[in-house]
T-cell receptor, first 114, second 113 residues
Framework: DADVTQTPRNRITKTGKRIMLECSQTKGHDRMYWYRQDPGLGLRLIYYSFDVKDINKGEISDGYSVSRQAQAKFSLSLESAIPNQTALYFC?????????????FGPGTRLLVL | QQQVKQSPQSLIVQKGGISIINCAYE??????FPWYQQFPGKGPALLIA?????SEKKEGRFTISFNKSAKQFSLHIMDSQPGDSATYFC????????????FGTGTRLTIIP
């Protein structure tokens, strides 16, 4: 979805390096999410934010941190990358209260940690 | 703890056949059940969704069947086409304070001629 962009699209880094993945959206949504996708494990939630001042841990937040710089921007950082953080990372947005929200995903960032 | 179990992990169906993917959930507070479709190199996108007040929802060739008592729901793709080849994720969420989606592990569907 062109309304949700992620940079970079591909990244190779070395163990111990700090890296940042960025997400921007033009949908005007207040909610943003970071997921990682691994074969056989599906999509797992890392962090989510329901507004600029709200940051919440997901099910697999260890080793990650986030920053919500503005309503439209949500960045994911790997403080000290390790090989098992090699995965496909997705940012998503939604704009609804209550159950039934549709999440709109970006195109993903493929990360390889050597 | 996985709250949404999805099967099979992969599925091969002949063109024109019916593709069936199953999911089971544990949390009875879930009240929204979407299916997402993901093509290679793309992010997932909402395909179809159902709420537990109905047992079936149909949109074109795609149908969700929902069994509340068994805590199961499934996606049926009728007249499957090569363009349906993708990874499919079931998910669930509930209105209990933070409306996050819990995803299944995904099914890679391949439609062969």
């Amino acid at each position: 979805d062109a309304d949700v962009t992620q940079t970079p699209r591909n990244r190779i880094t070395k163990t111990g390096k700090r890296i940042m993945l960025e997400c921007s959206q033009t949908k005007g949504h207040d909610r943003m999410y970071w997921y990682r996708q691994d074969p056989g494990l599906g999509l797992r939630l890392i962090y989510y934010s329901f507004d600029v001042k709200d940051i919440n841990k997901g099910e697999i937040s260890d080793g990650y941190s986030v920053s919500r710089q503005a309503q439209a921007k949500f960045s994911l950082s790997l403080e000290s990358a390790i090989p098992n953080q090699t995965a496909l990372y997705f940012c998503a947005t939604s704009d609804s209260a209550g159950a039934g929200e549709t999440q709109y995903f970006g195109p993903g960032t493929r990360l390889l940690v050597l | 703890q996985q709250q949404v179990k999805q099967s099979p992990q992969s599925l091969i169906v002949q063109k024109g056949g019916i593709s069936i993917i199953n999911c089971a959930y544990e949390n009875t507070a879930f009240d929204y059940f979407p299916w997402y479709q993901q093509f290679p190199g793309k992010g997932p996108a909402l395909l179809i969704a159902i709420r537990p007040d109905v047992s079936e929802k149909k949109e074109g060739r795609f149908t969700i069947s929902f069994n509340k008592s068994a805590k199961q729901f499934s996606l049926h793709i009728m007249d499957s086409q090569p363009g349906d080849s993708a990874t499919y994720f079931c998910a669930a969420s509930g209105d209990f304070g933070n409306e996050k989606l819990t995803f299944g592990t995904g099914t890679r569907l391949t439609i062969i001629p």
